[in-house]
């Protein structure tokens, strides 16, 4: 116990309230100053990248959209863009508009609820009951036109499922105009009040080399001025016909992260009403066969978190070959355990709930370290291994 | 008003004991109701806090590995003993109170950090890395807001001329209410009393999302109800102490009832309104701006009766 | 420009307004026309190409063949397996299911009100007594 005087170990471990989902960090603290962090992740890992070989194309499509629940949507679309090229399928413009439509509508839903959430993580309960409430709207929008309020299942191979009435683009663009006002309230509750500004003014400060470095993406890397959208980069869907407008913003800490995302909010709801004022013509779905043609293919897609990107390979069968799913948060973990130095440990929790992490999208690949050396484990390896572990 | 009752009655049932165990349960409800209206929501029903308390009566007490049991059981029984003796000296609900002798200000706010302290000793009475640092917070907490909190309740005492709670209870009776003379002594003792009973913005010691439940981590069964019991009386305790200097005294029932939810009314609209404050944000703005303040008021009190 | 409780008017006329909270089972809200709810299948309709079978992620459904030639058929739905997803109604060519937005509370206590056979009723009859013959070789082969 006595040289551990320094080395206090405080574990913000599997099981913690401030994380809604299981995630391992260690922070050295000397007093309440964090000499040193490190990350374990792991604790969700479902499998599903194995499952995909032994389902079918249609069958897989509802199982990617379950990865995360906040961004389901985004991974179905990317899933389907993905097997559609593969297949040389083009869909109508109607099509990319509502898949536009719903992307545009989930990133609403999904920065709502991160306000809410970094603000419970400060402290702050009445914002976090009141954005929540707000994300009520957006919330009755997905279950009037989708049926359901996170994982619509709006896509098919080939199109999506049904059209939009004109009752609901109005009630829609109501929603969206009450939307509208209340972010305009948040935003000067998040710049303007003095005890949540005390919580995040200049914690978390990434300049944008450091960013660049570190491979932050999304709003965590544009917060820091790294000009970073697939959106505007390389636009998929109906991106090209409604174009969007970059959010930067040079602060680099926790406050501008929170204003990024707010006028990110701003972007959505314009690109939203474009949308439902103009709908382009065509048919909700093609005919795709079941069998889709040997070759391989990278989707990506901008999610509310970032980068995501889908690599498929398929052999002419009717399940795939190899399914890779490279989900944002996994990229912008690097970010914390390097700027978590110096900082007190009553931020930790803002900084962790800074970068929006999303655990169940997170676990992939599995490696084992031992002593120095690290080694990555294949399939075949793991059931080895699984096999003698439980010997 | 007073009333006379033999020693015993008044330590087990009225105004200590029983009673006010009651009392602090309904004033804990009336706090998470008026929180949550203010956050537009339902909040809990009437015998919430009195079903917290006999469920956690009703679970086994686990005690961890490399604590001092003695301690560790101790604890919590001293806290809410110390918080119930306080209640002699005060005028709860109006009456005078059951014991009254020269000097008794100084015992009652001894009294109320004394449940403090066992908090931040139960918390360093474990291995426990949460507990550790919630009750180095607990205790950094208590260095800064103490000093202010007994100079914005002594500026009263200056004013009527003793130290005897039932004293000032009366000179606050008689005379124009002390908020309208020393309103800035009124939102220091109010603010500091906030910080006593460790509720948002100046839960840090507690912080759910960062250090568990802080000191109280460990705890489960009869030492957490008895600790959560504690709170609720210090709750009602500060509430009479501030009500009685600062709101024109309590002469009866009623006008205890009126003025002490009339207070809980803007304490839970502070609780509301701000974001928790980092533990070195709190220290900071109490030896700034608290002390500073109450020092303030102290001076205005001393002139003004040289004059 | 920084100011202290940047929340008070919100906050404060809360006090006035009803919350919000639903009072569910009390009060409900309407339930909207495209809500995805319990599976529905029409047996006039199914001609047994089995598509929705083969379609659904979570294998939820299943087809009995009782008689191929007129078109005998009971489907047994898995509502505990069922992700309500849609693809069944989209994989029908004949229109034979529809997912329903009044019947959405499923919860129970058991699993047998979870396992539901649809069909015409002389068909699940027949079922019925098939499986009421434990030593039936027939049987053993068509209920699994």
Known sequence: MQESQEKFIVPIGPQHPALKEPGHFEFTVDGENVTSATIRLGFVHRGIEKLAESRSYIQNLYMFERVCGICSHVHSTAFASGVEKLAGVTVSPRVKAIRTLFLELERIQSHLLWLGVAAHEGGFDTLFMYSWRDRETVMDIHESISGNRVHHSVNLIGGVKFDITPEQIEKTLKGLDYLEERTKYYEKIVTTDETFLGRTRNVGKMTKEQAETLSAVGPTARASGVKRDVRVESPYVSYPEYPVNMVLDDGGDLSARFVVRIKELYECYRICREILKNLPEGELSVRVPRRIPAGEVTSRVEAPRGELFYFIKSNGGETPERVKVRTPSLCNWSTISSVAVGHKLADMPMLLVGIDPCFSCNDRLVTVRQANTSQTMYWEDLRKYGVEYYK | MSISLPPLVSMLVFPAGIFLMMLGLAYEFVDRKLVARYQNRIGPRWFQPLADMIKLLAKEEIIPTGVNKGLFIFLPILGVTAALTSALYIPMLGFAPAFSFRGDLVVVIYLLSVMTICLGLAGANTVDRFSLIGATRTLTQLFSYEAPFLLALLTPALAAGSWQISEINTYAHGNLWMILTQPIGFLVALIALMGKLELPPFDAPEAETEIVSGALTEYSGRGLALFRLGKDVELVIGLTLIAAFYLGGLANPLDFILKTLGLLLVVALLQSLFARLRIDQTVGMWWRVGALLALVQLLIIVIARLL | ?144
């Open chain 3, 1 to 144: 420009m920084t100011t202290i409780g940047a929340m008070f008017g919100d906050v404060f006329k809360s006090l006035f307004k009803k919350p919000v909270t639903e009072k569910y089972p009390f009060e409900r809200k309407p339930d909207p026309e495209r809500l995805r709810g319990k599976l529905f299948w029409n047996a006039e309709k199914c001609t047994g190409c089995q598509m929705c079978v083969r379609d659904c992620p979570a294998n939820a459904l299943e087809l009995i063949v009782i008689d191929r030639a007129s078109k005998k058929f009971v489907m047994k739905y898995h509502a505990e397996r069922c992700t309500f997803c849609n693809q069944c109604v989209f994989s029908c060519k004949f229109g034979c299911l529809n997912l329903s937005h009044e019947d959405w509370e499923l919860a129970s206590l058991l699993q047998e009100p979870m396992t539901i056979s649809y069909g015409r009723d002389e068909d699940i009859q027949f079922l019925l007594e098939k499986a009421a013959q434990p030593d039936n070789p027939e049987t053993e082969k068509e209920c699994n």
